[in-house]
């Protein structure tokens, strides 16, 4: 098993809040959404747990576009 510390984005700041959920089994459950705070200095969400495979889901509502350079996990 894998254990994840954080996930923390890169990109341009913005006045907006990205959601993000996750699935540990090939897309039959996700868990609910989680709000960062992409205005932040590090928009960074910790404590994600432990997993064997994992796919993450972005969802952004803000009225601005969003660009996001990369995706670290820790």
Same mark, same amino acid.
Do not use: C
């Given at each position: 098993n894998k254990f994840q510390g954080a996930l923390e984005v890169h990109?341009?700041?913005?006045?907006?809040?990205?959601?993000? /959920?996750?699935?540990?089994?090939d897309y039959d459950t996700w868990s609910k959404f989680r709000a960062m705070d992409l205005n932040s200095m590090r928009p960074?969400? /910790?404590r994600l747990g432990e997993f064997k495979q994992r796919a993450f889901q972005f969802l952004h509502l803000a009225d601005s576009p969003?660009?996001?350079?990369?995706?670290d996990t820790e």
């Amino acid at each position: 098993n894998k254990f994840q510390g954080a996930l923390e984005v890169h990109g341009d700041k913005s006045e907006a809040l990205l959601q993000v /959920r996750w699935s540990d089994d090939d897309y039959d459950t996700w868990s609910k959404f989680r709000a960062m705070d992409l205005n932040s200095m590090r928009p960074r969400m /910790r404590r994600l747990g432990e997993f064997k495979q994992r796919a993450f889901q972005f969802l952004h509502l803000a009225d601005s576009p969003l660009r996001l350079n990369e995706i670290d996990t820790e």
